[in-house]
């Protein structure tokens, strides 16, 4: 992960095994796409894609 924070990826944690990273699209992801790849390979990765949205609150 201090990969990640040196790239300037924005991280989120979940408790001590769960991290969501937020690359941006105008940033170059290939010095950390070795890492997942790795966790994959291990089968000790899973994720999720997120499609980000402002929030809107529900109507009454």
Known sequence: ???AQEE???LE???DRH???NVPA???STAFE???R???EAGTLFWEWSDARPFE????
């Not at 609150?57 to 009454?60: D, F, N, S, V, Y």
């Open 8 to 10: 300037g990826f924005v």
């Open 26 to 28: 105008d940033r170059d």
């Open 34 to 36: 070795g890492f997942p």
């Open 19 to 21: 991290a969501a990273i």
């Open 38 to 40: 790795e966790q994959r």
């Open 13 to 15: 944690w979940s408790g």
């Open 1 to 3: 992960m201090a990969l």
């Open 57 to 60: 609150a529900p109507r009454q």
